[in-house]
């Protein structure tokens, strides 16, 4: 009985770990969107924009990143440019292509 | 005269976003006496003066992993080694409403030309201190 309980946690333990891996953030399909979509202005790995107004993305917080890409698409944040791409990208595409750029190497770091 | 015009519409051209995305910019030939004619470009700052300017800056962006609590809770942007440019961009983006953080656009209308170029200079620098991954 103890036997069969302990099997029980360790299945209901393993469903939770897999369900949250599930919802965790695809990098693959984030780097794919990011060759599609955002690496012509920003660079493959978001540390080398083409204009020096445009922000270097790599090694940034990912929840600002899909801060920033949900306002660009709801227009709450008004850049002509950033909002079509954005609107081009889903909630999965945003929680993807912020999290292949937060973990690419930066060298962006917070100052004292 | 007509060269000159024909000359000041390609830098008007080169220097146009739009055009930039299409194309990777080509370094500015050195010593145009025409460059001096294209429009003002942004103050340089002074990056020591922006250190004196960032106080009410650092009680979030100088905290690694600070998060903001309203109107949404997501981690304050790492701003150390940023382009100063894009600095720039964001606070006057702020201060003109286009972008809507209550805080940041009651600090960015504080700030003159000057200030925010002080401040991006100040953070552009190759960051000094915690690299937080």
């Known amino acids: ?112 | 005269m007509k060269r000159f015009v024909v000359f000041a519409a390609m830098l008007g051209a080169a220097l146009s976003p739009q055009f930039a995305v299409a194309q990777t910019p080509a370094p500015v030939p050195a010593a145009q006496p025409a460059a001096t004619m294209a429009p003002a470009a942004a103050p340089a700052g002074n990056p020591l003066k922006g250190s004196q300017k960032v106080a009410m800056c650092q009680g979030c962006h100088g905290i690694v992993g600070w998060r903001t609590a309203f109107p949404e809770v997501y981690r304050v942007p790492k701003l150390g080694g940023q382009n100063a440019a894009y600095v720039v961009a964001a606070l006057k983006e702020y201060k003109t409403g286009n972008r809507g953080h209550p805080t940041m656009r009651a600090i960015a209308a504080s700030l003159s030309d000057a200030d925010m170029a002080d401040i991006a200079a100040y953070y552009s620098q190759a960051p000094l201190t915690t690299a937080s991954k």
């Open chain 1, 1 to 112: 009985m103890t036997m069969t309980k302990r099997m029980l946690f360790t299945l209901a333990a393993l469903a939770v770990f897999v369900a949250g891996n599930a919802a965790a953030a695809d990098l693959e399909a984030g780097k794919k969107k990011v060759q599609e979509v955002c690496a012509a202005c920003h660079g493959i790995d978001g540390a080398a924009p083409i204009m020096p107004e445009y922000p270097k993305l790599s090694g940034q917080y990912p929840d600002y990143l899909q801060k920033a890409l949900r306002d660009y698409k709801s227009g709450a944040r008004k850049n002509p440019i950033m909002a079509g791409f954005a609107q081009g990208l889903t909630d999965k595409d945003i929680e993807n292509v912020a999290a292949y750029f937060s973990t690419q190497p930066s060298v962006l770091a917070t100052m004292h």
